[in-house]
C-alpha cells in the first residue's frame, strides 16, 4: 500500500492541525495504520495507531486526550486530528501501515509501509 501524507504547517501554540494520511492500491481497512514523529535530534516516537480490525485506537502518552485518530473507509484515508499543540509538537510525522501483533504496534518495525512525512512546525 502506498501512502501520502499531509496537512502540516505552522501553527501556534494552543491551535489545532489535521493531519490527513491518503493510502492508494489497497484499502487501509486491512491494515493497522500508525502515526509517527520525529523532532530534530531524536528518534521517532509513536504518536497514535488505528487497527484495522474493529477501530480500536492506541495512543502515546505525550499526546493522549490531545490528538485523535481517526479512519474513513470511502475515502481510504486515516487522520490525525492534534489539538491543544505544545511546542514540544514540533516535529515530522509520518504515517505508516501494517499488521503489527497488539504487543508491537507502537513499533516502526512493526509497519512495512511509509509515507513521505509532512512536518508540523508549533511556534511558542
Known amino acids: 500500500v502506498q501512502l501520502q501524507a499531509s496537512g502540516g504547517g505552522l501553527v501556534q501554540a494552543g491551535g489545532s492541525l489535521r493531519l490527513s494520511c491518503a493510502a492508494s492500491e489497497r484499502p487501509l481497512s486491512r491494515y493497522t495504520t500508525g502515526w509517527f514523529r520525529q523532532a530534530p535530534g531524536k528518534e521517532r516516537e509513536f504518536v497514535a495507531a488505528i487497527r484495522w480490525s474493529g477501530g480500536n485506537t492506541y495512543y502515546g502518552d505525550s499526546v493522549k486526550g490531545r490528538f485523535t485518530i481517526s479512519r474513513d473507509n470511502a475515502k481510504n484515508t486515516v487522520y490525525l486530528q492534534m489539538n491543544s499543540l505544545k511546542p514540544e509538537d514540533t516535529a515530522v510525522y509520518y504515517c505508516?501501515?501494517?499488521?503489527?501483533?497488539?504487543?508491537?504496534?507502537?513499533?516502526?518495525?512493526?509497519?512495512?509501509?511509509w509515507g513521505q512525512g509532512t512536518l508540523v512546525t508549533v511556534s511558542s
Open positions: 505508516a501501515a501494517g499488521t503489527p501483533i497488539l504487543s508491537s504496534l507502537r513499533l516502526e518495525t512493526a509497519y512495512h509501509s
